[in-house]
């Protein structure tokens, strides 16, 4: 979170720091790119140390990485039925990198990768594109019979089958736009209210920054259960995506 | 807002999809296979301990089964034994009680033949004597000699008529 004067929206920018293609393809590598690979860093190296040397009667490090595990196995076994076993790799990573992203954004001074829409956004349509693939190789042209719901007169598939499709093409968007909204709206709140704190009088300036800390702690419970929510989402489209309709 | 400038999208997805795809690796290769492996090495050790606690519990209950059986056959046994030492130690009194009677009976018997013999040895003694008693008493009253056979026949027939005498 930037201390900066130059506004609450100043600290979303994004800044190039050096400038790469790979054939049209625009790969420069900004903030973002760098505090995605502190994120994959910090988790891949803080978790492989706790769990490096496991033990049967766990120590505090080892048991942190057993919670984490067993709380994303559990909620992945709970929406994913029968299969939940096989998705654990993928939603654990999904989990911890959107949970990394969210926390790493609230070292002062730091940068959220998981406040710009083109990353939650790429995330989101990533687990709806595979979802999706899911449900064709599964289910084949049966794929399409979801958006005919069961027992709906056939008066009124004209209006049924568009909001079906519609409900299930905005899935991508509102997984993206809840994690957007939820961390910009927490570091907008956050950098307003550091500028009123530096910017009241000396004999106020306790009570913004107070505020500040109680926003932080917020932020904190906000950056699991927005993981939480991501990753519960995924896991029920993906279960959508394997059920029969 | 800075988010919505699409300048930076493309890298911006680029490094996403690397950095997801780097983390999933890493994870999958380095993090999950140890986490899965100790939890489920820890989750076989409680499922044995667990058999083993059902084994055990087992054992104690065929254990305790058998040992209540075999209070019961003890307890059956005991009862058996006492009933046949009862039985035994009854024989064995009434065996005593019947030597005794009869070995009573034997010396109630030898005794009444011995005093039976001893009155009539008495009765003869008695008889003797007397006889030489009256002898003498009869020398010294009437002066003659009546001798022991004359003396003998006149106390037996003085005891006949006495017994006589008696009887009537």
Partial sequence: ?????????????????????????????????????????????????????????????????????????????????????KYIPLMFTLFTFILGCNLVGLIPGAFTPTSQLAVTGTLAIGI??????????????????????????????????????????????TLALRLFANMTAGHMALGVLAVLGLAAPW???????????????????IAFIQAYIFVVLSCVYIDDALVDH | MPQFDTTFFSSQIFWTITSFIVLFVALDRYVLPHIAAILKKRTQLIENEIEEAHKKREEAETIKSEYTARLADIDQETKKMFAESEKRMSAQHNQMMDEWKTEMERRKRTFLEEAEVTRQQAIRDIRSQSAELVATATEQIIHQRVDKAEAQKALDESITELEKYKKN
């Fill in chain 1, 1 to 85: 979170m930037s201390m900066d004067m130059s506004g609450p929206i100043e600290h979303f920018k994004v800044i190039v720091y050096h400038h790469l293609h790979l054939g049209p393809l625009d790969i420069s590598i900004s903030n973002t790119a760098i505090y995605m690979w502190i994120t994959v860093l910090l988790v891949s190296v803080s978790l492989h140390a706790l769990i490096r040397r496991p033990k049967l009667i766990p120590g505090t490090g080892q048991l942190l990485a057993e919670i984490l595990y067993g709380f994303v196995a559990r909620q992945t076994r709970l929406n994913i039925h029968n299969e939940g076993d």
């Fill in chain 1, 128 to 173: 709806f594109t595979f979802a999706t693939g899911l449900r064709f190789y599964r289910h084949g042209m049966g794929f399409f019979h979801a958006f005919v719901p069961a027992g709906v007169p056939k008066i009124m598939l004209p209006l049924m089958v568009p909001i079906e499709l519609i409900s299930y093409l905005a899935r991508p968007v």
């Fill in chain 1, 203 to 221: 004999f106020l300036q306790w009570l913004p920054l107070g505020f500040t800390v109680v926003q932080i702690a917020l932020e904190i419970i």
